[in-house]
């Protein structure tokens, strides 16, 4: 029998705050009993904490890290950071700007906690917010959203090559019902497609079983 862990680190997207059932960093493992080898059994290490923004993520990623690698087997760890950075955004300007060159600094020296210890490291880009459902957030928060996804995006592996680099995961297009009616948390759909998409990233292609 053989062991893979994944560590799934971020916010309340990735505690699963708000949504009856289980989160995606919990339904990982299913989507990957589907896809990979019948003998390869995966946990996964749920470390959201709500209400945090990259600068509190970073703070704790040291500790993930070891924790990570002192498990055996396979190890992956996914990111899932920046939604809460977008509250109160202001019309692109100085600010957003700001806002935009912290999160990509932050992130980098979060990814390289990961790089160090030759984990293999997936980075979720942002899904979106209807503001609407929550006074914290604006109108422009969807376009600083845009941007944060940019830096992320910057991230992604040249001509293929990912075992040293991170591979992104696109999560900005997933549709409204896979938010709850707040606008921001995912639902029970979006927690299954973030596990999905994940999945698909780990393991690519199914293999037989």
Same mark, same amino acid.
Request: hydrophobic content about 35%; proline content about 7%.
């Given at each position: 029998?053989?062991?893979?862990?994944?560590?799934?680190?971020?916010?309340?997207?990735?505690?699963?705050?708000?949504?009856?059932?289980?989160?995606?960093?919990?339904?990982?493992?299913?989507?990957?009993?589907?896809?990979?080898?019948?003998?390869?059994?995966?946990?996964?290490?749920?470390?959201?904490?709500?209400?945090?923004?990259?600068?509190?993520?970073?703070?704790?990623?040291?500790?993930?890290?070891?924790?990570?690698?002192?498990?055996?087997?396979?190890?992956?760890?996914?990111?899932?950071?920046?939604?809460?950075?977008?509250?109160?955004?202001?019309?692109?300007?100085?600010?957003?700007?700001?806002?935009?060159?912290?999160?990509?600094?932050?992130?980098?020296?979060?990814?390289?906690?990961?790089?160090?210890?030759?984990?293999?490291?997936?980075?979720?880009?942002?899904?979106?917010? %209807? &503001? *609407?459902?929550? !006074?914290?957030?604006?109108?422009? $928060? @969807?376009?600083? +959203?845009?941007? /944060?996804?940019?830096?992320?995006?910057?991230?992604?592996?040249?001509?293929? %090559? &990912? *075992?040293?680099? !991170?591979?992104?995961?696109?999560? $900005? @297009?997933?549709? +409204?019902?896979? /938010?709850?009616?707040?606008?921001?948390?995912?639902?029970?759909?979006?927690?299954?497609?973030?596990?999905?998409?994940?999945?698909?990233?780990?393991?690519?292609?199914?293999?037989?079983?």
């Amino acid at each position: 029998m053989l062991y893979g862990t994944i560590a799934c680190l971020g916010d309340s997207l990735t505690y699963g705050a708000r949504c009856e059932g289980d989160g995606w960093p919990e339904l990982l493992p299913g989507e990957l009993a589907t896809r990979s080898r019948a003998d390869l059994i995966w946990s996964t290490l749920n470390r959201g904490v709500c209400g945090e923004r990259t600068w509190d993520v970073l703070r704790r990623t040291p500790g993930v890290v070891r924790e990570l690698t002192s498990t055996p087997g396979s190890r992956w760890l996914v990111v899932l950071v920046g939604t809460n950075d977008l509250k109160g955004a202001t019309p692109s300007g100085d600010r957003s700007a700001a806002t935009s060159e912290r999160y990509a600094r932050l992130l980098r020296q979060l990814l390289a906690w990961p790089a160090r210890s030759g984990l293999a490291t997936v980075v979720c880009t942002l899904p979106p917010v %209807d &503001w *609407r459902g929550c !006074p914290e957030f604006t109108p422009h $928060s @969807d376009a600083l +959203r845009a941007e /944060l996804n940019r830096r992320v995006s910057e991230f992604a592996p040249v001509d293929g %090559d &990912w *075992r040293w680099q !991170p591979v992104v995961c696109d999560l $900005s @297009d997933i549709g +409204r019902d896979a /938010l709850l009616d707040d606008g921001v948390h995912l639902s029970p759909a979006g927690h299954r497609t973030v596990a999905s998409r994940v999945a698909r990233i780990i393991h690519p292609t199914k293999e037989p079983r």
